[in-house]
């Protein structure tokens, strides 16, 4: 039996609201991209979460092989981002994956891996989907299987707010992971150094000690034209200062060499 006759089939009786209806190929498409967008997020967030001492030194000697943590997590996670019954894309756009045989059945989680594997052929995938009058990709022809309108889907506001959740909680994981992602660079502690060894400023580190909202703007080639620069503040608003340090990286030995020391009061730098 056919596709559209099972969905006929499926359909007599169902009231119009409920009618089981393939999703369109630029849902399926759109999916696809939402799962590849989190995956990203996800990836570079254990980048972050993890990253080594002097990780700007390393970035400059590391070959590919250093690139498969990254790519390897994006694969892992797109290989099983249907292990549940669907993705977090389909969830959003309230699509569901079901069986050929029985539109009322989900396929084994088996299957559903399975299906991920083609993925590598995402051109020949894509160009298949496209041309299908069910918007089904090659792994749904292989594994009898088939994407749906979800008639179970939660309401399309709570499925945006659980979007926004979603991308709230990576942006705040980078937020809370940032200064500890500058810290552990060889350029911040060379910068750090230089700022407590810096005449000027001593006196003011012994009363406030702690180095505020660090900033940095790195530039990794060697002899760069601009220099790279790490900005702080130190003391409060009123006897504060902002200091700059500006840096340029050598090869030879890697590391960073302090170009200037720039202090101005942090009013100054407000304005």
């Known amino acids: 039996m056919s596709l559209e006759?099972?969905?006929?089939?499926?359909n007599q009786n169902q009231d119009n609201d409920n009618r089981l209806q393939v999703s369109s190929k630029g849902k399926r498409l759109f999916a696809l991209l939402l799962d590849f967008i989190f995956a990203l997020l996800f990836a570079n967030t254990l980048v972050q979460v993890f990253?080594?001492?002097?990780?700007?030194?390393?970035?400059?000697?590391r070959d590919l092989s250093g690139l498969v943590f990254?790519?390897?997590?994006?694969?892992?996670?797109?290989?099983?981002?249907?292990?549940?019954g669907r993705s977090l894309g389909k969830l959003l756009l309230a699509m569901t994956i079901r069986e050929m045989e029985n539109l009322e059945q989900r396929p084994s989680r088996t299957v559903l891996v399975q299906r991920n594997i083609l993925l590598l052929l995402f051109p020949v995938e894509g160009v298949i989907v496209l041309r299908d009058a069910y918007a089904r990709r090659l792994a749904d022809k292989w594994w009898k299987t088939v994407v749906l309108d979800d008639q179970k889907a939660m309401r399309g506001t709570l499925r945006i707010l659980?979007?926004?959740?979603?991308?709230?909680?990576?942006?705040?994981?980078?937020?809370?992971?940032?200064?500890?992602?500058?810290?552990k660079t060889a350029a911040y502690q060379t910068a750090e150094q230089a700022i407590r060894s810096h005449q000027p400023l001593i006196s003011l580190l012994k009363q406030s000690p702690e180095i505020e909202e660090p900033e940095m703007h790195l530039d990794l080639r060697e002899n760069a034209e601009n220099p790279s620069l790490v900005r702080a503040r130190i003391g409060d608003e009123e006897t504060g200062k902002e200091v700059t340090v500006s840096l340029t990286f050598r090869k030879n030995p890697p590391g960073w060499e302090v170009l200037n020391i720039e202090v101005k009061p942090i009013s100054e730098a407000e304005d």
């Open 5 to 10: 006759s099972k969905l006929e089939s499926g």
């Open 51 to 61: 990253r080594e001492e002097h990780w700007d030194l390393v970035m400059q000697s």
């Open 162 to 183: 659980l979007g926004n959740i979603i991308l709230f909680g990576f942006f705040s994981i980078a937020i809370l992971f940032q200064r500890s992602g500058i810290e």
């Open 70 to 84: 990254f790519y390897g997590s994006i694969a892992f996670i797109l290989l099983f981002k249907d292990i549940f």
